[in-house]
């Protein structure tokens, strides 16, 4: 299994994201700022590339989405990145509704100039135009739904649940153009695509999915290995205990997840007949 890992080519571009995103570098010309929504959990693998090509002259707020399944403390530090690289930046969790007035705040006061602008102009009243741009299933429908205070968007835990554009009013101020998801051609490296994979992002029907456990399990074992034992009911001894039997490691972790298959049920021994 550790030889075949390495080799995984996870991609999934399907024809209709390549016209997702000529409708939106079409749609960029009726908006006056891009709020683009990213994983927390994975900022930088949950950023578009194409995106961040298409909308560099536009005005822009990141939206860090499900930051309450990050920490606090990385939550802090990816805020400070981006407002850091001259990119301002909210935290928010679409499904309690945190964050989402910060969200809007941020919208009003990165706009302030620009209506000032339009009101000596004469333009004065002139609603503020916002596209949302994200990933698949990085919750942008919930999003949506949160920040307009009323069901607008289908939502689904699962990629692709939008399938067309739509305009969304948020309050008096603004309004929303909806995207759905999309992704790019080709992932830079197999950290991004796993990222994906372990996110939800890729449809699971396109992955051999024991392969993608083995390696989140291996990436929680080296990096998360409090969590991990606490989130499944593991003992700290019993993964020390297996890490250190003396068998190729890919097999110490594949009973590790076996492990964790059983005490989620997910585990089926087969009965002989008699």
Request: proline content about 3%; aromatic content about 6%.
């Amino acid at each position: 299994m550790e030889e075949q890992q390495k080799s995984t080519n996870i991609n999934w571009y399907p024809g209709h994201m390549a016209k997702t995103k000529r409708q939106i570098i079409e749609d960029l010309k009726l908006v006056d700022i891009v709020i683009e929504l990213l994983d927390a959990r994975i900022p930088i693998s949950s950023r578009n590339p194409d995106i961040v090509s298409i909308t560099k002259n536009k005005k822009r707020l990141i939206v860090l989405n499900k930051s309450d399944l990050s920490s606090d403390v990385q939550n802090k530090l990816w805020i400070e990145y981006f407002e850091k690289n001259g990119i301002p930046a909210v935290l928010t969790d679409s499904n309690s509704g945190k964050g989402i007035d910060n969200c809007i705040k941020k919208i009003e006061n990165i706009m302030q100039e620009t209506l000032q602008i339009n009101a000596l102009k004469g333009r004065a009243g002139r609603k503020i135009r916002a596209m949302i741009l994200g990933i698949p299933n990085v919750g942008k429908s919930s999003f949506i739904n949160r920040i307009a205070k009323k069901v607008s968007a289908e939502v689904g835990n699962k990629p692709g649940v939008t399938k067309q554009k739509q305009w969304i009013r948020i309050n008096d101020k603004i309004e929303l153009l909806d995207t759905p998801g999309v992704l790019w051609p080709k992932f830079e490296t197999q950290e991004i695509a796993l990222n994906l994979a372990y996110t939800g992002t890729i449809k699971d029907t396109i992955l051999e999915q024991t392969e993608v456990a083995y390696n989140l399990v291996k990436f929680l074992l080296q990096n998360y290995r409090t969590n991990l034992c606490k989130r499944y009911k593991l003992e700290e001894s019993y993964i020390e205990k297996t890490l250190e039997q003396d068998q190729p490691l890919n097999l110490n972790i594949y009973e590790i997840m076996q492990e964790i298959g059983r005490k989620r049920g997910c585990i089926i021994h087969n009965r002989k007949h008699r």
